[in-house]
Nanobody
Framework: VQLQASGGGLVQAGGSLRLSCAASGRTFSSYTMGWFRQAPGKEREFVAT????????YYADSVKGRFTISRDNAKNTVYLQMSSLKPEDTAVYYC??????????????????WGQGTLVTVSS
């Protein structure tokens, strides 16, 4: 599976952006998908995940209520709608595929596939 993320850019605080991640391969619809991000000088962190049919989604506390993850299996694409953006959301955002997220503990296995990342910059 190859993942291609897009949609990043510069936005003012309070604004919105939608990230997209297009996947190749016929097995996309069977994978749990997710978004992670890495801010300058920080470790990569979990943002959101969605199961194979979109029936279950989970979010990091820092983005809950502001970000929405969705997927379109017919288009082999996963999205991250980001609203009410804050300067602390500035990071490179990566899409990922094929991992398990344990909602009770917030633990997740390392994804098997990663996209190349797209930069989101939120100005104050």
């Amino acid at each position: 599976v190859q993942l291609q993320a897009s949609g990043g850019g510069l936005v003012q605080a309070g604004g919105s952006l939608r990230l997209s991640c297009a996947a190749s391969g016929r097995t996309f619809s069977s994978y749990t998908m997710g978004w992670f991000r890495q801010a300058p000088g920080k470790e990569r962190e979990f943002v959101a995940t969605i199961n194979w049919n979109g029936g279950s989604t989970y979010y990091a506390d820092s983005v809950k209520g502001r970000f929405t993850i969705s997927r379109d299996n017919a288009k082999n694409t996963v999205y991250l709608q980001m609203s009410s953006l804050k300067p602390e959301d500035t990071a490179v955002y990566y899409c990922a595929a094929d991992f398990t997220y344990y909602s009770a503990s917030h633990y997740y296995t390392y994804p098997a596939y990663w996209g190349q990342g797209t930069l989101v910059t939120v100005s104050s």
